[in-house]
Antibody, heavy 115, light 108 residues
Framework: QVQLQESGPGLVKPSETLSLTCTVS????????WSWIRQPPGKGLEWVGS???????NYNPSLKGRVTMSVDTSKNQFSLRLSSVTAADTAVYHC?????????WGQGSLVTVSS | EIVLTQSPGTLSLSPGERGTLSCRAS???????LAWYQQKPGQAPRLLIY???SRATGIPDRFSGSGSGTDFTLTISRLEPEDFAVYYC?????????FGQGTKVEIK
């Protein structure tokens, strides 16, 4: 059974960069798409972006070029960086294995943007 | 981007009743690549349906999906106590992938 676990700071200051890592266990990171999906407290779901195991990326244009995703196949991990954060970026961030639809989800990591 | 509008916002039903949830797209969903998820408080969403009508592994057959083009439906034939949750639709036919705003199914 594939399992995903997010890790990273729970608090980020405004204008700084949010960084999260997802560790995949129970299966290889190779030959799959991996995504980040976020959910502000009490609100709905938003797709942030996806990265293929080769490093090819696809980002949500709504995030206006602030997103960078990468893969480290040697560690079976993938990462998210979101720059110039504001309070609007406060959310639970889930890492997910994707096939267009989203089958395997991490439990989520709450990231709060506040000074 | 494709906007998904779910209705109703809240559905109040009793256990054993039938639930019908709607998801309407602002333009046709390519390949009918439409998925449904269930989310309970404090948990990650769980995939129920993909490809508009295919049940994910382990999903009970009381959950069914239908529709094509711009109109899709999730039907729960007989609500069990564990089915009271928020349900989201998601399209993955055209990037950016988008979600509906959710339908909350609550106990009447």
């Amino acid at each position: 059974q594939v399992q995903l676990q997010e890790s990273g700071p729970g608090l980020v200051k405004p204008s700084e960069t949010l960084s999260l890592t997802c560790t995949v266990s129970g299966g290889s990171i190779s030959n799959y798409y991996w995504s980040w999906i976020r959910q502000p407290p009490g609100k709905g779901l938003e797709w942030v972006g996806s990265v293929y195991s080769s490093g090819t990326t696809n980002y949500n244009p709504s995030l206006k070029g602030r997103v960078t995703m990468s893969v480290d196949t040697s560690k079976n991990q993938f990462s998210l960086r979101l720059s110039s954060v504001t309070a609007a970026d406060t959310a639970v961030y889930h890492c997910v294995r994707s096939s267009g639809y989203f089958l395997y989800w991490g439990q989520g990591s709450l990231v709060t943007v506040s000074s | 981007e494709i906007v998904l509008t779910q209705s109703p916002g809240t559905l109040s039903l009793s256990p054993g009743e039938r639930g019908t949830l709607s998801c309407r797209a602002s333009q046709s969903v390519s390949g009918n690549y439409l998925a449904w998820y269930q989310q309970k408080p404090g948990q990650a969403p769980r995939l129920l349906i993909y490809g508009a009508s295919s049940r994910a592994t382990g999903i009970p057959d009381r959950f069914s999906g239908s529709g094509s083009g711009t109109d899709f439906t999730l039907t729960i034939s007989r609500l069990e106590p564990e089915d009271f949750a928020v349900y989201y639709c998601q399209q993955y036919g055209t990037s950016p992938w988008t979600f509906g705003q959710g339908t909350k199914v609550e106990i009447k």
